[in-house]
Every structure is written in C-alpha cells, then in structure tokens.
T-cell receptor, first 117, second 115 residues
Framework: DAGVIQSPRHEVTEMGQEVTLRCKPISGHNSLFWYRQTMMRGLELLIYFNNNVPIDDSGMPEDRFSAKMPNASFSTLKIQPSEPRDSAVYFC???????????????FGPGTRLLVL | AQKITQTQPGMFVQEKEAVTLDCTYDTSDPSYGLFWYKQPSSGEMIFLIYQGSYDQQNATEGRYSLNFQKARKSANLVISASQLGDSAMYFCAMMEKNSGYALNFGKGTSLLVTP
C-alpha cells in the first residue's frame, strides 16, 4: 500500500510568492495532520483534520497560512505571501480513529523541504 | 511547559550492543499514548513503537522495546543489538485524548552507532 504522499519534495521560492504544499493521506485514514520541523522549534503541529473538517488550527502561525481538505484523499497547505522564516520541512501525517474513539498511529509522508529566499 | 523531555541530545553506542534513549513526559490526562519515531539523515519520519497509557505490558517491536514506567512518567526506548543503520535522530512523542489527537514531540536524541 502507498504511504502518505507529499508534493513537491523540494520547493525553493522567493519572498512574497505563494507556496502550495500537497498531501494525499493513506487510503482509509480519516485524520490528517500538518507539522512543521525547524532546528529552532523542532516538530510542531500546524493543523489537523478529522473527516475533512479542521479540528485544531491553533498551531497555524498567522493568517498567511491556510489549509484545506476538500475530500478524504487530498489536502493543501498554502503560504501567501511566503517569508524567509517559513523555511522548514513540512510534514503531512495521517491516521485513523480506532475503537472507542481512540486515534491510532500517525504515519508521516516524506516531507516537503521549503526554502524561501 | 515542555510535555516531552528527551535529555540526551546525542548518544554513541557500539554495534551489536544495546542502547537506551530516555523520554519523560508530563500529562494529567489519564488516557494518552506514547510513540517513538526514527528520523534518518534522509529526513523521513518512521514510526517505531507505541505504548498506551492503559497497557499493562511494555510494548515490543522486533529489536525495539519501550520501558514504560507510568509512576515515573517515563517511556524509554531500548534498542537491542544495535546496527549501523540505527544511526538517526529519535523522537519521543505523546498524544493526549483530552487535548485532541495531535502529537507533542520531544527535541530528539541523535544516535550514532559505531563499528
């Protein structure tokens, strides 16, 4: 089975440009998470969805960041306008809700390395 | 406050020996899960092992085991018979049921396995 798919794997852009990161979760998973990894802050949650509905977006840094999940097999994370401090690795992860409402293991995509010049 | 603490920024171990990576956590939620992930230099996050707060037995997955001491709030990862390919960053993470199901990660421990 295919794992979590992210595209692009690498993105280099200039400050002020719009950046769109894409994620396809594992088929059958109904929860999707976006994380960001930097040297300074480590791994931090940006937003997560359950059944395509955003549940917690408190980690989204500011209004420049937005995320959507139009269907069960696709999500986007958009940064507009991008800034150099947004340079990081962005991970998408997915999981399924198990018995008794317990969430199960999150499986991560390969990440998108974003560099904003 | 830091929910997951990994006190060892870097560790060395000789090939074929066992190594313990420390993780302590902080929660008042009675229902939580603890996870370990491996991040090799290629950058992907690889799930290793999971321990639920109500699990009576320590989790094991092949050469990985989790030394779960609930009263001490520790969830150390033990890697037996280390291999060169085990060299990587290792992250401990916690999921709390009453705080949503996102993962809180520690800062990580860099493990280097030497021949």
């Amino acid at each position: 089975d295919a794992g979590v798919i992210q595209s692009p794997r690498h993105e280099v852009t200039e400050m002020g440009q719009e950046v769109t990161l894409r994620c396809k979760p594992i088929s059958g998973h109904n929860s999707l998470f976006w994380y960001r990894q930097t040297m300074m802050r480590g791994l931090e949650l940006l937003i997560y969805f359950n059944n395509n509905v955003p549940i917690d977006d408190s980690g989204m840094p500011e209004d420049r960041f937005s995320a959507k999940m139009p269907n069960a097999s696709f999500s986007t994370l958009k940064i507009q306008p991008s800034e150099p401090r947004d340079s990081a690795v962005y991970f998408c992860a997915s999981s399924s809700w198990g018995l008794a409402g317990e969430a199960e293991t999150q499986y991560f995509g390969p990440g998108t390395r974003l560099l904003v010049l | 406050a830091q929910k997951i603490t990994q006190t060892q920024p870097g560790m060395f171990v000789q090939e074929k020996e066992a190594v313990t990576l420390d993780c302590t956590y902080d929660t008042s939620d009675p229902s939580y899960g603890l996870f370990w992930y491996k991040q090799p230099s290629s950058g992907e996050m690889i799930f290793l092992i999971y321990q639920g707060s109500y699990d009576q037995q320590n989790a094991t997955e092949g050469r990985y085991s989790l030394n779960f001491q609930k009263a001490r709030k520790s969830a150390n990862l033990v890697i037996s018979a280390s291999q060169l390919g085990d060299s990587a960053m290792y992250f401990c993470a916690m999921m709390e049921k009453n705080s949503g199901y996102a993962l809180n990660f520690g800062k990580g421990t860099s493990l280097l396995v030497t021949p």
